[in-house]
């Protein structure tokens, strides 16, 4: 089998996180490899190198056997690699057309941009993505999110690849666009293009793949042929093998039920479908799902943030109909958010007080902040989560990625809540840190409170929570207990309800 | 500036072996940096007086600061509505409001049915104060609830408050405000004429209003809130600051300094005419920027907004002084005003530099 695209012992470090850890990886000519692992298992990062857009902090890559230098995007992009990111970089602004070229404008007499031309190519790309109804005029904004997918990878299309990156392109895709684009992967196939394809669907990747590679931790644990493996083999190469060894388990006794949502109904793109839950003191809940499932949506509704169209939360036995951030945070909510760099840090302000900033009201004496309180707070939270930070006074930004999640999570504990709602908690945090959140989250429940997490990774929802629901196109596909729950079916859970809905 | 930063930024990849100098070399340079109006400052002084024998005395120190304290009192306003990152350009126009509704109650009173009403000094101050927070407030409400962008908003409140105060007048001037003892309204004249210890009352008035603000931004809960909003606003809501409020505040604060700029201009003139303070949303706004305010909210003081008034009116009185031409004064203030803001670029660069090496 020729190779065409190889990284060797590439390693990358972002400040004090490696990112990927002297990782060897083969792709091969005129085949579909498919790359799977958890949410910071390395493969977006090992994606970025290969398509040049990060550079690695040392190894090496090789393109038909020749070392390489990938400088930028277009230098990867000039020796035929393109990539299709995950987030969509079109603009919703203009046309189809216009976003087919946008950079490298088809041209007549050299300075004048030949709309024609561009409009015909449009629609041959159009046509060879299964899309002959859409005209390239329309605006891209107008488009649903599956159909600006399918543009986006017309962009690609488009130039002259050798070798195409996608990265989870049918996470938005309905399931007849999933189906044009293997076909569309099919052809590439035959036309001896390398597709390297990263996907969280099992069931759908075993359609279309020859290779399957699985990252775990910032490391490739396993390469191997798509014919010689099954789910079950794929799924224990993701988690590993002892999860629990790295994962503090709650053992506190249950108590009281202290959270109660009953048919939770939020409108919206991503939507949260008639949501029922219970949260019990000294109980650890966990909600696994892909993403767009809603599972962010409804810990972000329960905190106030959006507005539910139906349902009602009762906290500790009392109604709580207001729906306000303030209101759910005096009920005794508190949400430590998903991103925390867009929703949970004042990057311009020092630790301590980001550490305060949810409780300022408590550190006055006659109106004024007192320096004395606010100190003794910050730095009692501090020791407490061992928060390790050059000082209370430094900006919260030069902290690593675990402390700085430990700040709002001080934040949220200094608001006294009774059930604390955490959005993707070890997300982007190293192993180590990872380990210290689980050991603080089976801590929280042991003091009495509960703790409702989301999670995209198997093995931790699985270590962590003493119950899993499984949400999937807003709605509750499935619950399981700790003793009771297994990788496939979470999966299951998942994938199938979205398939289910996307048919309808 | 640059030299010591590229060192410093080659240092970070490799360190070799004086890293200890270099690493004192760029925090010298930070402070620096740091304080650049106050330096600023001290070599305009240095640089004018050695021009002009004139600059340095004590009477020219309380004229120029006395034109200082107009503009500190607006841009200490700016400044409240830059920290939560939105932008007032109507200070200049609710400025020339509160100018002819205080001046329109002292030259002709207010009628209502059965007669004419004068009210006393205090009052009338009061009232102007009133006006230009309530213009303030329908700033906050455009921005908050109807979504309008902080520029458009106060842009459009720029022309409308500056009409209104054209038509309170129909575009006439007040020319005597100062009062009559049977109707008792006399004493406009203090707050813009009058001098306690030999410093001007509008010296006193800013001193004033600057230590509350510094008071209230860096000791309240409010303050840091304000921080919190232009440093990460879906932060402060998560933490369950109300955000609305906040900025609906901070536009009050900011109409409520513009009338009293206002005011203090006009009792120095001794007349009220619609176009009083014209265009000085953007001294104001210099003034922010100067002292080191981000346009993009969360970070400045007001110590610094108060600084860089001081830069701006005596560079201006200074410039006026030596005789340098109108037009070349404003040349000089735009560069300065420019070159502030790439020191401050350089300045942000350095220190996220230096606490990525001590992280």
């Known amino acids: 089998m020729p190779e065409i695209l190889e990284a060797h012992h590439i390693s990358k470090k972002y400040g004090g996180v490696r990112a990927l850890k002297d990782v060897t990886f083969t792709a091969y000519r005129g085949q579909v490899n498919v790359l799977v692992g958890e949410n910071g298992a390395g493969k977006s990062t090992l994606m970025k190198i290969l398509s040049g857009s990060e550079q690695p902090t040392s190894g090496e890559i090789l393109l038909d056997g020749e070392p390489v230098q990938l400088g930028s995007p277009r230098e990867a992009q000039a020796r035929?690699?393109?990539?299709?990111?995950?987030?969509?970089?079109?603009?919703?602004?203009?046309?189809?057309?216009?976003?087919?070229?946008?950079?490298?404008?088809?041209?007549?007499?050299?300075?004048?941009?030949?709309?024609?031309?561009?409009?015909?190519?449009?629609?041959?790309?159009?046509?060879?993505?299964?899309?002959?109804?859409?005209?390239?005029?329309?605006?891209?904004?107008?488009?649903?999110?599956?159909?600006?997918?399918?543009?986006?990878?017309?962009?690609?299309?488009?130039?002259?690849?050798?070798?195409?990156?996608?990265?989870?392109?049918?996470?938005?895709?309905?399931?007849?666009?999933?189906?044009?684009?293997?076909?569309?992967?099919?052809?590439?196939?035959?036309?001896?293009?390398?597709?390297?394809?990263?996907?969280?669907?099992?069931?759908?990747?075993?359609?279309?793949?020859?290779?399957?590679?699985?990252?775990?931790?910032?490391?490739?644990?396993?390469?191997?042929?798509?014919?010689?493996?099954?789910t079950g083999w794929i799924v224990r190469q993701m988690v590993g093998r002892d999860p629990d060894s790295l994962y503090a388990r709650n053992s506190a006794p249950v108590g009281d039920v202290l959270l109660d949502v009953r048919g939770l109904t939020v409108p919206g793109p991503v939507q949260?479908?008639?949501?029922?839950?219970?949260?019990?003191?000294?109980?650890?809940?966990?909600?696994?799902?892909?993403?767009?499932?809603?599972?962010?949506?409804?810990?972000?509704?329960?905190?106030?943030?959006?507005?539910?169209?139906?349902?009602?939360?009762?906290?500790?036995?009392?109604?709580?109909?207001?729906?306000?951030?303030?209101?759910?945070?005096?009920?005794?909510?508190?949400?430590?958010?998903?991103?925390?760099?867009?929703?949970?840090?004042?990057?311009?302000?020092?630790?301590?007080?980001?550490?305060?900033?949810?409780?300022?009201?408590?550190?006055?004496?006659?109106?004024?902040?007192?320096?004395?309180?606010?100190?003794?707070?910050?730095?009692g939270k501090v020791g407490e989560l061992a928060i390790k930070s050059p000082g209370l006074g430094a900006l919260v930004t030069a902290l690593s990625g675990g402390n700085q999640q430990k700040v709002v999570l001080a934040r949220a504990l200094l608001t006294d809540p009774v059930v604390l709602l955490l959005d993707e908690p070890t997300r982007g945090i190293d192993v180590g840190a990872k380990a210290q959140i689980a050991a603080l989250m089976a801590d929280l429940a042991a003091q009495g409170f509960g703790v409702l997490f989301i999670s995209s990774e198997l093995a931790e929802v699985m270590a962590m929570a003493d119950r899993v629901l499984v949400m999937a196109r807003g709605r509750v596909t499935a619950e399981f207990t700790a003793g009771s729950v297994t990788e496939e079916a979470l999966v299951a859970a998942s994938a199938s309800d979205s398939v289910l809905e996307a048919t309808k | 500036m640059t030299d010591t930063h590229v060192a410093a930024h080659r240092q970070a990849a490799a360190p070799p072996p004086d890293a200890p100098r270099h690493t004192a070399l760029a925090r010298a340079a930070l402070l620096l940096l740091r304080g650049r109006t106050l330096v600023v400052l001290v070599l305009l002084v240095i640089i004018f007086s050695s021009i002009s024998s004139e600059y340095l005395t004590q009477s020219n120190l309380i004229l120029m600061t006395k034109h200082v304290a107009i503009n500190a009192i607006l841009a200490i306003g700016v400044t409240f509505v830059i920290l939560t990152g939105g932008i007032d350009l109507s200070v200049g126009?609710?400025?020339?409001?509160?100018?002819?509704?205080?001046?329109?109650?002292?030259?002709?009173?207010?009628?209502?049915?059965?007669?004419?009403?004068f009210f006393s000094v205090a009052v009338v101050i009061l009232i102007g104060i009133v006006v230009g927070a309530l213009v303030g407030a329908v700033n906050g409400l455009l921005i908050t609830r109807f979504r309008v962008a902080p520029f458009i908003a106060t842009l459009g409140m720029l022309y409308v408050a500056r009409g209104a105060a054209q038509l309170h007048s129909d575009g006439g001037t007040y020319p005597d405000l100062a009062g009559t003892e049977a109707r008792g309204n006399t004493g406009f004249g203090f707050i813009g004429v009058d001098s306690i210890l030999g410093i001007p009352v509008a010296v006193w008035i800013m001193v004033m209003v600057a230590a509350a603000a510094v008071l209230v931004t860096t000791k309240t809960p409010f303050g840091k809130r304000i921080f919190a909003v232009g440093g990460n606003e879906r932060a402060a809501v998560l933490s369950g600051i109300r955000v609305n409020r906040i900025k609906i505040s901070v536009y009050v604060i900011s109409g409520a300094c513009a009338a009293l700029a206002g005011l203090l201009l006009t009792s120095e003139l001794g007349a009220a005419y619609p176009d009083t303070a014209t265009t000085y949303e953007l001294n104001a706004i210099a003034a922010a920027v100067l002292g080191g305010t981000a346009l993009s909210g969360g970070r400045g003081t007001i110590i610094g907004t108060v600084m860089g008034a001081f830069v701006i009116g005596f560079l201006s009185d200074g410039l006026v002084l030596v005789g340098v031409s109108t037009f070349w004064q404003s040349v000089v203030k735009g560069a300065v005003i420019v070159f502030a803001v790439i020191t401050e670029q350089a300045q942000q660069r350095l220190q996220s530099t230096l606490t990525r090496r001590t992280a």
């Open chain 1, 80 to 230: 035929g690699i393109g990539i299709i990111h995950q987030e969509l970089s079109l603009f919703p602004n203009l046309t189809i057309a216009d976003n087919l070229f946008a950079g490298r404008e088809l041209r007549r007499g050299g300075r004048f941009v030949d709309a024609a031309a561009q409009r015909r190519r449009a629609r041959e790309v159009l046509q060879r993505l299964g899309q002959d109804r859409l005209a390239p005029d329309t605006l891209v904004g107008d488009l649903p999110i599956g159909q600006q997918q399918l543009v986006e990878i017309g962009r690609a299309l488009l130039t002259d690849v050798r070798v195409l990156i996608m990265d989870e392109p049918t996470s938005a895709l309905s399931n007849h666009e999933v189906d044009v684009l293997f076909g569309v992967m099919a052809e590439l196939r035959r036309d001896d293009v390398t597709v390297i394809y990263i996907s969280h669907k099992l069931d759908e990747f075993r359609r279309i793949g020859d290779w399957v590679t699985v990252f775990r931790d910032g490391g490739l644990v396993a390469h191997e042929s798509m014919s010689r493996t099954d």
């Open chain 1, 272 to 379: 949260v479908d008639d949501v029922s839950l219970t949260v019990r003191a000294g109980e650890v809940v966990g909600i696994y799902g892909l993403m767009g499932a809603g599972r962010t949506e409804l810990v972000e509704t329960l905190m106030g943030m959006r507005r539910p169209s139906a349902g009602d939360v009762v906290i500790r036995g009392t109604h709580e109909p207001k729906g306000t951030v303030q209101a759910r945070m005096a009920a005794g909510l508190a949400l430590v958010p998903e991103d925390r760099q867009r929703d949970g840090l004042v990057p311009t302000m020092s630790v301590r007080e980001n550490i305060l900033l949810a409780t300022l009201a408590r550190m006055t004496r006659g109106g004024l902040l007192n320096g004395g309180t606010e100190q003794r707070t910050a730095d």
């Open chain 2, 93 to 117: 126009s609710i400025a020339g409001l509160a100018s002819m509704v205080s001046g329109g109650l002292l030259f002709k009173g207010l009628n209502v049915p059965g007669g004419t009403i």
